[in-house]
């Protein structure tokens, strides 16, 4: 274990790191920083990579928003790498498969190396999985070329990230994010307005239904904005647990649980293991058109290659747990109704019991892994009744006691991060359906994000010097 830690280390020191300001950056500076950086992000998220072309995300657009990513660009895999490599080390810090005290700064600070070294690794390796098997449409002789410049366009976001939680505001990853979804927002709302079919076109063709029709057309922006406002009132949803210093008597506060107690990562979970899912399900061999599927992969998934030659899942046990939403242009009721009487091609169930699997499943889902995040994430009744000891906290009414502490957190965490992970669940399921532009995952991502920087922005009492600000956010 000793010869694998250094092994580590002597490779982590050799990774260009970005250091630390020699004084902290004032409010100004650093919101130059973000600036920067997220134009950086933007001028690489439309520049297609040499040898590619840019291409549709299709059923893929949930992968996309959460990756920051567009496929056929630099961008290809995005924070894709950045993410599951956070992932995968905290599930085994937590779970102590890999054990690092993060309260030593010594390995607080190899974990951090380690997670940029698994970054890079994955920055290639995805890059490799998405041109190799057909997700991005590459030029003859240019399979190589391509890989690498996708892997260099995450690392480039890895470093980026490191730029701005050092010199910016709050996590850049966060920032790629939602400035991805509020792109796609943006050119989704273009295309209801100017796109084929759109307002412009049904306004300019006349007719005695045609403001009823405009209107219609409207309905992914109207079921945007409805989660919008849902998700910005649960985040406002809390119970309150009051609590005081055990040393300094009358000395109180309170300990805020959220409704919303694991915020968007029971969505970010679900939607890369859907994402993986996927990925396998694509490799498998595509299907012969015109016969019908036999023997025991056919009862998993059936690929078909799509007219542009990217393999899409069409059928099969693992299509009814795949993400569907009406296609780009088509309002939720036509959706509906079109797909009432549509079936799968080679099965013949209806697409009706395959959006009902799919809303229950992905509901399932977010809710064991809000469960298995809390747990691992030392964010439990046990782990916070600890931490609250720690801090010389308790609960007035109570013995100090640990066991006590937990004994009343368990009678709220449980349930809060059941119907919380439900609830966030239920409510991208929902949004997804219905056609809101920046998907449901998208914007319970960016409005968990702004939410958060609104924070930062406040605590830096931004808004002062930046009237401008205030204005935008609603303030005085």
């Given at each position: 274990m000793g010869?694998?830690?250094?092994?580590?280390?002597?490779?982590?020191?050799?990774?260009?790191?970005?250091?630390?300001?020699?004084?902290?950056?004032?409010?100004?500076?650093?919101?130059?920083?973000?600036?920067?950086?997220?134009l950086i992000y933007?001028?690489?998220?439309?520049?297609?990579?040499?040898?590619?072309?840019?291409?549709?995300?299709?059923?893929?657009?949930?992968?996309?928003?959460?990756?920051?990513?567009?496929?056929?660009?630099?961008?290809?895999?995005?924070?894709?790498?950045?993410?599951?490599?956070?992932?995968?080390?905290?599930?085994?810090?937590g779970a102590g498969i890999i054990k690092f005290n993060m309260e030593d700064p010594e390995e607080r600070k190899l974990f951090f190396g380690v997670q940029k070294l698994l970054a890079i690794i994955l920055a290639f390796f995805e890059a490799y999985?998405?041109?190799?098997?057909?997700?991005?449409?590459v030029n003859e002789g240019m399979m190589v070329p391509v890989i690498i410049q996708v892997a260099f366009g995450s690392i480039i976001l890895l470093y980026l990230d490191e730029i701005i939680s050092k010199y910016g505001i709050g996590s850049g990853i966060s920032l790629f994010i939602a400035a991805g979804v509020s792109f796609s927002v943006i050119m989704g709302l273009i295309g209801l307005v100017i796109g084929d079919g759109g307002i412009t076109s049904i306004l300019a063709a006349g007719g005695s239904g045609a403001l009823t029709d405009a209107l219609i057309k409207l309905t992914p922006l109207y079921f945007t904005i409805l989660v919008f406002i849902v998700v910005v009132y649960a985040e406002g949803m809390k119970i309150e647990i009051p609590l005081a210093f055990d040393m300094a008597r009358g000395a109180a506060g309170r300990l805020?649980?959220?409704?919303?107690?694991?915020?968007?990562?029971?969505?970010?979970?679900?939607?890369?293991?859907?994402?993986?899912?996927?990925?396998?399900?694509?490799?498998?061999?595509?299907?012969?058109?015109?016969?019908?599927?036999?023997g025991p992969l056919s009862y998993l998934a059936v690929?078909?290659?799509?007219?542009?030659?990217?393999?899409?899942?069409?059928?099969?046990?693992?299509?009814?747990?795949?993400?569907?939403?009406?296609?780009?242009?088509?309002?939720?009721?036509?959706?509906?109704?079109?797909?009432?009487?549509?079936?799968?091609?080679?099965?013949?169930?209806?697409?009706?019991?395959?959006?009902?699997v799919y809303s229950i499943v992905y509901i399932i889902f977010c809710v064991i892994f809000g469960m298995f995040w809390v747990e691992t994430a030392n964010m439990g009744p046990k782990a916070v009744a600890e931490q609250l000891m720690g801090s010389g906290l308790m609960i007035p009414g109570h013995r100090r006691d640990p066991r006590m502490i937990e004994r009343i957190l368990?009678?709220?965490?449980?349930?809060?991060?059941?119907?919380?992970?439900?609830?966030?669940?239920?409510?991208?399921?929902?949004?997804?359906?219905?056609?809101?532009?920046?998907?449901?995952?998208?914007?319970?991502?960016?409005?968990?994000?702004?939410?958060?920087?609104?924070?930062?922005?406040?605590?830096?009492?931004?808004?002062?010097?930046?009237?401008?600000?205030?204005?935008?956010?609603?303030?005085?």
């Open positions: 010869f694998i830690k250094n092994s580590l280390i002597s490779i982590i020191h050799l990774l260009p790191e970005i250091k630390q300001p020699d004084r902290p950056p004032n409010t100004k500076e650093r919101i130059k920083w973000v600036i920067g950086g997220l933007f001028i690489m998220f439309n520049t297609p990579a040499v040898g590619s072309n840019i291409a549709t995300t299709g059923s893929m657009e949930f992968l996309s928003i959460v990756t920051a990513s567009r496929f056929g660009t630099l961008l290809t895999v995005g924070i894709g790498p950045i993410v599951m490599a956070s992932i995968f080390l905290q599930l085994f810090n999985m998405f041109v190799a098997f057909g997700r991005v449409p805020p649980i959220k409704f919303l107690y694991v915020s968007n990562i029971p969505v970010i979970l679900t939607a890369a293991l859907m994402m993986n899912i996927t990925l396998f399900a694509t490799m498998l061999p595509a299907q012969t058109p015109g016969v019908q599927p036999s690929v078909e290659q799509s007219s542009t030659g990217t393999p899409q899942l069409r059928d099969g046990l693992l299509y009814f747990i795949m993400p569907i939403r009406p296609p780009r242009g088509v309002n939720f009721f036509s959706f509906i109704r079109s797909i009432s009487g549509m079936s799968t091609p080679y099965s013949h169930i209806p697409e009706l019991v395959h959006m009902l368990n009678k709220y965490l449980p349930v809060v991060v059941i119907l919380g992970s439900a609830f966030v669940g239920l409510l991208a399921v929902l949004a997804d359906l219905t056609g809101a532009l920046g998907t449901g995952t998208g914007i319970l991502l960016t409005v968990t994000i702004l939410n958060r920087f609104y924070e930062q922005l406040m605590s830096m009492r931004v808004f002062s010097m930046y009237p401008a600000f205030g204005k935008i956010f609603g303030m005085k």
